[in-house]
């Protein structure tokens, strides 16, 4: 069989005869993908999130030469790899900061999108990747979150699986197969380890991959959300654009020296981050018969123990109130009747096992649920969002105040699930939890608001 | 409308807008702090003495506290995760730790455990005495570094006849440990303060009375009550009177060392975590300014 004509020199000429795949990837994805020449900072924490995730493979694999994933000795297997391994405190406070890093880019990158609009057609698929990502790392957070054999990690493990029992029918069962034993025990802590090592990371990296490859066939939003694919040169190539390498290689590369500037500084002179990296409690074995009297996951899970905590029994009326305001509204917006009749009859079945007795189901089971809703709540954002233009920029005030309302209740969802219940801080998380949701489910009317600006043909530079 | 202060005539809106801001911020301010304070502690709780944080970086001090944990601790309590021969950390030779400080057959390379079983002194002591490897970073908590906490507990112990060992402390009441290092610290008088919220038996309505408690040296106590003004919230003060104040002082000095080791043991390369760490934020300063300069160079073109 002749070979593919290279025209290349030299090994490279040698391997592309061969592979001509490599250079027509690396020009397609790199020094021949076109990037809006406007991005701002606000479009690095993509690159430093796929940092974050290389430095959790790279320091998980070290990690896994010693760690030990057995009930007896994962808690001294830890110690051992902080003190008898050489460099393995340095390995090991990298993993544990890298997971807080991860959640911080990955949240930022999120909050991007949703100030630009990035999420808007034609990048719905890009988005759902990102949220199946956003997914995936929790998943990953959480099961790697017991392996310590800490009082935290262990009664936090026992929290989460204990919610799948709250599941009406198959949930002490579903519980019980999660676990693998009646408690959380070894027999979890292998599960656990094999997917916090393998099953889940083989996702990860699938999604990351499929998400880069989907980004690149439509290409990249911007600031201003104009596409700049409308607007070609003689050349055929988008004028607004440059090319990633060397452009934004080297733009993310001191953004990166940046990041890790703050990603060291934790490392070496704060890893506990004052117990929000590492929680105290942690530094405790496992004990299965006495519990920490204060049970708090990981900072960034917070916001979502916060919804879960807020359901209660009380709350399920309010919750029933919100959920027929909502269906009578679907009603009045709906045009055809079969849509009118459907959204009432799901709207007061809900009602009926929220609050009717001899129906409602377990409050606790609601939690799990709307805990479970407001994570994947973001899976629908390219739908409810209804605005004519895609970025902030050019939007009503209005929306800009909407976006940073939102952000101040996850924060303060946040912060509320790192504290003890107590009642004031209940009351206020069932207000927030409501505006939380309600954010997004009133989106397609508040996003139609208002009055728009006129987006120009053009991206807005000016030269650094 | 008229001052209320010299009665002069002030503009209405003025004043109103002014105070009611002002008030609207204290409401707000206070209710922020009311919803972010952690949750209220059932009892009211000793405040914890500041750990003299100097003796992390003395060896001596190091030193004295290693001795001090071999000699008093090292025999109920374990630590199973730390290595004898990383006692040279703190200047410490291989000789030195297995002639003066391992008492038994024990090798350099050996962790300190002991010989004492978990299952035996659960049954002998009513609870088994926690291993000691990771004390100081496991004790802290939202409210107090583990190091003040170890540093209070540890000189907390007074005399009191109404417990099993005939021992209390202040920082852990009813502790199932006794003061081990009594002849350390010699006899003290310990004084309560405290301010308390209870049902009156009379009246039914609720009272608030500052209640004295003074344990002498031999453990007996002696409570006096009075009355108090106002409505203060639920606290705690304690004060001891040591019967030989320089042997106290002494014995404070022993403790701070006790927990400056006991804080080094928690995470032996602590030391040289923070020194390669200065190194490397110098390397990423520089590294930084090179990076910037690279991407100026590049995107001088785009315009």
Redesign the interface.
């Known amino acids: 069989m002749a070979l593919h004509k290279s025209e290349y020199q030299g090994l490279l000429g040698w391997v592309d005869a061969r592979m001509p795949t490599l250079m027509a990837e690396y020009k397609k994805h790199l020094s021949e993908y076109y990037a809006p020449?406007n991005f701002n900072i606000w479009y690095v924490f993509g690159g430093l999130a796929i940092t974050a995730l290389a430095i959790q493979i790279v320091t998980g694999i070290f990690l896994a030469m010693h760690y030990k994933p057995d009930a007896r000795f994962a808690f001294?297997s830890v110690?051992?790899i902080?003190?008898?391994v050489p460099g393995g405190?340095?390995i090991r406070?990298m993993h544990s900061t890298g997971a807080s890093a991860f959640f911080i880019c990955v949240y930022l990158h999120m909050y991007r999108a949703l100030l630009y609009g990035s999420y808007r057609r034609p990048r719905e698929l890009i988005w759902l990747f990102g949220c199946l990502i956003f997914l995936s790392l929790m998943a990953e957070a959480f099961f790697g979150y017991l392996l310590p054999w800490g009082q935290m990690s262990y009664w936090g493990a026992q929290v989460i699986v204990n919610l799948f029992g709250a599941i009406p029918l198959i949930g002490p069962d579903l519980a019980l197969w999660i676990r693998g034993d009646y408690v959380i025990g070894d027999a979890t802590l292998n599960r656990f380890f094999s997917f916090h090592v393998i099953a889940i990371p083989l996702v990860l990296l699938g999604l990351v991959v499929a998400h880069i490859i989907a980004l690149h066939d439509v290409g990249s939003n911007n600031p201003d959300g104009v596409e700049i694919k409308d607007t070609l040169g003689a050349d055929g190539k988008p004028l607004d654009g440059?090319a990633f390498h060397?452009?934004y290689t080297?733009?993310d590369?001191?953004w990166?020296?940046?990041f890790?500037?703050l990603f060291?500084?934790i490392?070496?002179?704060a890893?506990?981050m004052g117990?929000y990296f590492l929680e105290?409690?942690n530094?405790?074995?496992a004990d299965p018969l006495q519990g920490p009297t204060?049970i708090a996951p990981v900072w960034y899970f917070t916001p979502y123990y916060s919804i879960l905590r807020a359901t209660t029994e009380v709350f399920m009326y309010a919750l029933a109130a919100f959920t027929l305001g909502y269906a009578v509204l679907l009603v009045f917006t709906f045009r055809s009747t079969p849509a009118r009749v459907a959204s009432f009859a799901i709207g007061l079945a809900l009602v009926l096992f929220m609050v009717v007795p001899g129906f409602k189901l377990d409050p606790k089971f609601w939690g799990v649920v709307l805990m479970g809703a407001s994570v994947l709540i973001f899976f629908g954002l390219p739908w409810f969002d209804r605005a004519p233009v895609k970025s902030m920029r050019y939007r009503p005030a209005s929306h800009m105040a909407l976006l940073l309302a939102f952000v101040v209740v996850f924060l303060v969802l946040g912060?509320f699930g790192t504290?003890?219940?107590?009642d004031?801080?209940n009351v206020?998380s069932q207000v927030l939890t409501l505006l939380y949701l309600g954010f997004f489910l009133l989106m397609p009317w508040w996003s139609r608001m208002g009055t728009f600006k006129p987006v120009p043909a053009r991206i807005k530079f000016r030269?650094? | 409308m008229q001052s209320l202060i010299d009665g002069s005539p002030i503009e209405p809106w003025c004043v109103d807008f002014e105070m009611m801001k002002t008030k609207l911020l204290a409401v707000a301010v206070f209710a922020l702090a009311a919803v972010f304070a952690r949750g209220a502690l059932a009892e009211a709780a000793i405040t914890m003495d500041i750990f003299p944080e100097a003796r992390l970086h003395e060896p001596a001090a190091l030193q004295n506290g290693v001795r001090l944990f071999a000699n008093y601790c090292l025999n109920c309590h374990s630590a199973n995760l730390m290595r004898w021969n990383r006692l040279r950390d703190i200047g410490l030779d291989e000789h030195q730790i297995s002639d003066f400080l391992i008492f038994g057959n024990q090798k350099v390379g050996d962790t300190m455990s002991i010989a004492l079983r978990p299952a035996d002194s659960k049954a002998w002591l009513g609870k088994t005495p926690p291993d000691l490897s990771v004390i100081a970073r496991a004790r802290t908590s939202s409210e107090y570094r583990g190091t003040d906490y170890l540093y209070t507990l540890l000189r907390g112990f007074y005399r009191d006849r109404s417990t099993p060992t005939g021992w209390n402390n202040s920082a852990y009441p009813t502790i199932a440990m006794p003061h081990v290092f009594w002849e350390r610290q010699g006899p003290r008088e310990a004084t309560f303060t405290r301010i308390v919220h209870r049902e009156s038996e009379k009246t039914h309505s609720e009272q608030v009375v500052r209640e004295v408690t003074v344990i002498d040296a031999d453990g007996n106590a002696n409570v006096t009550e009075s009355s108090v003004f106002g409505d203060p919230p639920e606290s705690v003060e304690v004060s001891f009177k040591p019967a030989d104040p320089k042997r106290a002082a002494q014995f404070d000095s022993d403790v701070a060392d006790l927990v400056a080791f006991l804080t080094f043991m928690s995470e032996p390369s602590a030391a040289g975590r923070v020194r390669m760490g200065v190194w490397v934020l110098l390397f990423l300063a520089v590294l930084a300014v090179f990076t910037w300069w690279l991407n100026r160079a590049y995107w001088k073109d785009i315009k």
Do not use: C, Q, T
């Open positions: 020449k001294e110690e051992y902080m003190r008898d405190w340095f406070y440059i060397p452009y080297v733009h590369v001191f990166l020296s940046v890790l500037i060291f500084a490392v070496f002179f890893p506990e117990g105290f409690n530094f405790i074995p204060h912060a504290m003890p219940p107590e004031s801080r206020m030269p650094h």
